[in-house]
T-cell receptor
């Protein structure tokens, strides 16, 4: 069974500090997909990134960066120079690649609070 | 392009009543997913519909049911409401059946059971 663990429940940082969110996953499949979503106070989950299990290349997108390490089953997310608008709940999620099994398993989320 | 729309935004019911929540997917998306986000429990997968059929179901009792209409919109019904059903219900849509698909979420329907 697939499982996603986000250990830190709430993280507070002062504006312009960096914040890293840890995500550890479990799956028996060799092919799978990992996602990060952001949930601002409005409630709507916003897609940030998708990674497949064969692509361990790290990625940077603006102030966001992701570190995927298959050896430790981790897919961590860093916000550099945080801003107040980054305050939200961030979810890591896992989907197995088998067709017909299209359900995302989410971690419990990290509440990020950026203090001005 | 319109996103995933859900209605109602808020719904207040009492124990034992029934609740119906509605979802319209993004145009061209055939799959609709329902998730429950209850306080402290994270996002729990409820149901997945594609092309009018129920494809997968999460670990929820049968009083949680739904359907998908020919226009791909969907309805979630919760019968015999219990206090613990109070939650944000999120609908998402995608195209295709692959686990690689990105789900696009709506803003949710907040159900309060008194």
């Amino acid at each position: 069974a697939q499982k996603v663990t986000q250990a830190q429940t709430e993280i507070s940082v002062v504006e312009k500090e960096d914040v890293t969110l840890d995500c550890v996953y479990e799956t028996r499949d060799t092919t799978y997909y990992l996602f990060w979503y952001k949930q601002p106070p409005s409630g709507e989950l916003v897609f940030l990134i998708r990674r497949n299990s064969f692509d361990e290349q790290n990625e940077i997108s603006g102030r966001y960066s992701w570190n995927f390490q298959k050896s430790t089953s981790s897919f961590n997310f860093t916000i550099t120079a945080s801003q107040v608008v980054d305050s939200a709940v961030y979810f890591c999620a896992l989907s197995e690649a088998r067709e017909g099994n299209n359900r995302l398993a989410f971690g419990k989320g990290n509440q990020v609070v950026v203090i001005p | 392009e319109a996103g995933v729309t859900q209605s109602p935004t808020h719904l207040i019911k009492t124990r034992g009543q029934q609740a119906t929540l509605r979802c319209s997917p993004i145009s061209g998306h055939t799959s609709v997913y329902w998730y429950q986000q209850a306080l402290g429990l994270g996002l729990q997968f409820l149901l997945w519909y594609d092309e009018g059929e129920e494809r997968n179901r999460g670990n929820f009792p049968p009083r949680f049911s739904g359907r998908q209409f020919p226009n791909y919109s969907s309805e979630l019904n919760v019968n015999a409401l219990e206090l613990e059903d109070s939650a944000l219900y999120l609908c998402a849509s995608s195209s295709g059946l692959s686990g690689a698909n990105v789900l696009t979420f709506g803003a949710g329907s907040r159900l309060t059971v008194l």
